[in-house]
């Protein structure tokens, strides 16, 4: 199953909570470099989110702007069916499933319905297993 890269963002370490849309990231084994994140938790290094998780908000009257779900990187097919342990490849980076995405009082802010719209559609967390950068538009095999 194939997609591609529709967005990319990190998160910047201010007080506003800033994230910022990029065009590239470089990733390596602690996560991405230049993320708030970055060499704090293996197992929730990357958060990727799909176009299907802003559907679902829409379809229930919720305008959310890309990246608002805190996703690090957005594609255009839906991954969530996919197991701990397993691959997502992106250009020459390989990512590991590590677990699902667990809900927080974030989106709540958004949207009081969101929470429960979004209980397992809101994304998943993944590990960097091949060091390298990924782009916009790249292709994202599953």
């Known amino acids: 199953m194939q997609g ?13 909570k800033t994230r910022e849309l990029k065009d590239e990231l470089l990733l390596d084994e602690n996560g991405i470099v230049g993320d708030k994140f970055y060499a704090k938790d293996e197992q929730r290094a990357i958060l990727i989110s799909t176009l299907q998780s802003y559907e679902i908000a829409r379809k229930n009257n919720i305008e959310l702007q890309d990246g608002a779900l805190g ?4 594609i255009d097919i839906n ?5 701990p342990g397993e691959k997502i490849y992106i250009g020459d980076a ?8 667990t809900l927080c009082k974030g989106l709540a802010t958004l949207s009081p319905k ?4 979004l209980k397992k559609d809101r994304g998943i967390f993944a590990k960097v297993t091949k060091s390298t950068s990924i782009k916009t538009g790249e292709c994202v095999t599953l």
């Open 114 to 117: 969101l929470p429960k719209l």
């Open 4 to 16: 591609k890269i529709i967005s990319l963002y990190i998160s910047k370490d201010d007080k506003n």
């Open 94 to 101: 390989v990512l590991e499933i590590t677990q699902n995405c």
């Open 71 to 74: 996703e690090n990187i957005l």
């Open 79 to 83: 991954p969530y069916h996919l197991l």
